[in-house]
T-cell receptor, first 114, second 114 residues
Framework: DTEVTQTPKHLVMGMTNKKSLKCEQH?????MYWYKQKAKKPPELMFV???????INESVPSRFSPECPNSSLLNLHLHALQPEDSALYLC?????????????FGPGTRLTVT | QKEVEQNSGPLSVPEGAIASLNCTYS??????FFWYRQYSGKSPELIMS????GDKEDGRFTAQLNKASQYVSLLIRDSQPSDSATYLC??????????????FGKGTKLTVNP
């Protein structure tokens, strides 16, 4: 089973709101990722967690705050977003965090910032 | 030179034909290569991974890797209308500090005509 789940599927929020995106996997994977994908563009890496520790932050603005409560869960807390942050936010997981590990994506959360 | 380059297409083939998708990468030390399929409005789905020079076959899909030429390709035999999607080439790239991250090409949009 290569299932990664994400909630919510869709989210509309104002620029002053605080919201959270959630991601869960039960494959025993020890690396989890957040990607951002704009329309007609490829996914862009935002954060990598390996063994529940933040390993990579791709210079993401502080209005995005990741959290990894345990090895199965990954959250992305959103605060004071801008309209240009509207995108598809993808969570992925892999067995380990090295280059020979396949990443499996969840269905994504489509975020609209008004 | 872009890290991962793909022909943006669109690529149009008749049903039953072979679709050929190409990708080049810039980092000579990259060792892991992946093809993802992304239907419109959906998340990327892993369809092939390849790590060694040569061909790797899985059903109607064949991935080909030539590290000397820094080239990876995906062949889809007996193309079906359901194969119509954007195909993303992804390569693990070493970044500063020795960490690795998955870098995607811009994708090739494939249309299979009945």
């Amino acid at each position: 089973d290569t299932e990664v789940t994400q909630t919510p599927k869709h989210l509309v929020m104002g620029m002053t709101n605080k919201k959270s995106l959630k991601c869960e996997q039960h494959m025993g994977h020890r690396a989890m990722y957040w990607y951002k994908q704009k329309a007609k563009k490829p996914p862009e890496l935002m954060f990598v967690y390996s063994y529940e520790k933040l390993s990579i932050n791709e210079s993401v603005p502080s209005r995005f705050s990741p959290e990894c409560p345990n090895s199965s869960l990954l959250n992305l807390h959103l605060h004071a977003l801008q309209p240009e942050d509207s995108a598809l936010y993808l969570c992925a997981s892999s067995h380990g965090w090295t280059g020979n590990n396949e990443q499996y994506f969840g269905p994504g959360t489509r975020l609209t910032v008004t | 030179q872009k890290e991962v380059e793909q022909n943006s297409g669109p690529l149009s083939v008749p049903e039953g034909a072979i679709a050929s998708l190409n990708c080049t990468y810039s980092d000579r030390v990259s060792q892991s290569f992946f093809w993802y399929r992304q239907y419109s409005g959906k998340s990327p789905e892993l369809i092939m991974s390849i790590y060694s020079n040569g061909d790797k076959e899985d059903g109607r899909f064949t991935a080909q890797l030539n590290k000397a030429s820094q080239y990876v390709s995906l062949l889809i035999r007996d193309s079906q209308p359901s194969d119509s999607a954007t195909y993303l080439c992804a390569v693990y790239k070493f970044s500063q500090g020795g960490s690795e991250k998955l870098v995607f090409g811009k994708g090739t949009k494939l249309t299979v005509n009945p």
